[in-house]
């Protein structure tokens, strides 16, 4: 497809998988999980809009054990994904490399982690059920994914008949979540510049995606079929060589918490870090099928949090306080209700923060959220330790983040040591209806916390005369 404009004709590129078998199908069940797209160099200049480009196909839930026809769910049983991820939850690490050396622009791990924060942090109510549920089949909380494991893989698009064997689920057409491709500037293909692109996407196990009581009973698993990439392009007449490509780029690490006073100390390695993001969920979670690893989880009440560098408070000069501990020490009008809350604040420095270093921007410039107080859309922070962990409840949508940067270089990690003190309470009284539930971080591995953090840093890529390229991260 083509659109011509004065000097420059665009153009949508529609390619299949490099390493696609015969049949089309990725799955773990059949032992291919990595999926591979290559987007050619080009001898004239070729810009890529990143934030337009599209990874297509279909999702297809399944089960091993017990399924009608062929081996398919059923509709009246607990199966889900992750609502905020959507079809991403099968996404475990995406790779971005250039072709002209062969070399990593960007990888992100755990992307399965860093995908829910930015769509809960970024995207409201409205944008979720629409655009996004289209897209990658998201909703605001995961009791909604449950239909749409079921559509025309068990009836199908006339209504409540029978799907034949073999059909497939729904269709899906979703954006990566990535920094060089959201950053705001089109990427060079041409044989000056990056020489083209190779996009890997490695897919996870079947129990650390479809999951809950049923999902975990009967097997279930997932399938990935007719994926196309979509990628609109950019043909510019006489446009002189690129000298040089500025652009973000996520990168990940992973610690565990077990104390309700931890500090979390890491060396990123990064000299442009604009934002700092940090998740967590019960460790134990992870590769099992009853819960939903992708679970922005609650470390409890969080009664005060410190960002540092190099043992020195920053960017802010002070500790952010909650009144956590001051909610739990007044009665609750009726204890039965779990709407019933004396509650002073709500956190807002906290949630501020959290905003602002997703949306990479000041506060004000927040367009849209999904996290609320107390909300069954899913959007709900200040829960207990394991809340929304089965995919019937209302999940949390937890975090915290920093902002160093919005405009400038970002803060020097290169050398220097990232850290942040979380001190939480014992026990969250609130979302409770009955009383206190105990958060038990300390010394008890059952519920020690794993931690994704995530650094988006700015790199900078010179390009050289001959083959040769300097990157500055």
């Known amino acids: 497809m083509e659109n011509n404009l004065a000097g420059v004709r665009k153009r949508f590129l529609q390619l299949h998988p490099t390493n696609q078998t015969s049949g089309g199908l990725f799955s773990p069940r059949n032992g291919l999980v990595l999926v591979k797209f290559e987007l050619s160099s080009s001898e004239v200049p070729l810009l890529l809009d990143g934030s337009s480009l599209r990874i297509a196909g279909q999702f297809t839930a399944r089960q091993v054990n017990g399924g009608p026809g062929n081996n398919q769910i059923a509709n009246n049983e607990l199966n889900y994904v992750d609502g905020f991820c959507g079809v991403n939850m099968a996404i475990e690490n995406v790779t971005i490399s250039s072709k002209r050396l062969n070399q990593n622009l960007e990888r992100i791990n755990q992307y399965y982690r860093l995908c829910p924060s930015i769509v809960s942090g970024k995207k409201g109510f409205k944008e979720i059920e629409t655009e996004l549920s289209q897209q990658g089949l998201q909703h605001n909380t995961n009791a909604l994914s449950r239909p749409g494991l079921c559509t025309y893989n068990v009836y199908n698009q006339v209504g409540q008949i029978p799907a034949g064997q073999g059909r497939r689920g729904q269709h899906f057409s979703m954006p990566l979540y990535s920094g060089i491709m959201n950053s705001g500037t089109d990427i060079d293909l041409s044989s000056n510049a990056f020489g083209g692109l190779t996009i ?61 006073n931890s500090v979390l100390s890491l060396t990123p390695g990064l000299s442009k870090v604009t934002t700092c993001l940090i998740n967590s969920i019960t460790a134990t979670d992870l590769g099992n099928q009853l819960f939903n690893s992708s679970r922005l989880g609650s470390l409890g009440e969080i009664q005060q949090i410190r960002w540092s560098k190099n043992g020195a408070m920053l960017p802010l000069q002070y500790r952010l306080q909650s009144v956590n501990q001051q909610n739990n020490d007044v009665g609750k009008v009726n204890i039965n209700n779990p709407v019933s809350f004396n509650v002073f604040n709500l956190n807002v420095e906290f949630v501020r923060n959290y905003l602002e270093g997703l949306c990479v921007d000041r506060y004000n410039k927040v367009n849209g959220t999904n996290i609320a107080f107390n909300n069954w859309s899913g959007g709900a922070i200040n829960r207990f330790l394991n809340a929304g962990r089965t995919g019937d409840r209302p999940q949390s949508s937890d975090g915290q983040a920093i902002l160093y940067d919005a405009y400038g270089s970002g803060q020097n990690f290169s050398n220097m040591v990232w850290s942040i003190q979380l001190e939480t309470s014992a026990t969250n009284q609130l979302n409770t209806g009955a009383g206190a539930v105990p958060n038990n971080i300390d010394g008890q591995a059952a519920t020690a916390q794993a931690v994704s953090v995530f650094f988006l840093s700015k790199q900078t890529i010179v390009f050289g005369g001959g083959v040769g390229m300097d990157v500055v991260k």
């Open 200 to 260: 890997e996407v490695l897919l996870r196990a079947s129990p650390n995606v479809v999951f809950g009581v049923n999902a975990s009973a009967n097997l279930a698993y997932y399938e990935l079929t007719n994926l196309v990439l979509t990628a609109p392009v950019y043909e510019v007449a006489n446009a002189p060589p690129t000298q040089s490509f500025s652009f973000n780029s996520w990168t990940s690490m992973f610690q565990t918490i077990n104390s309700s």
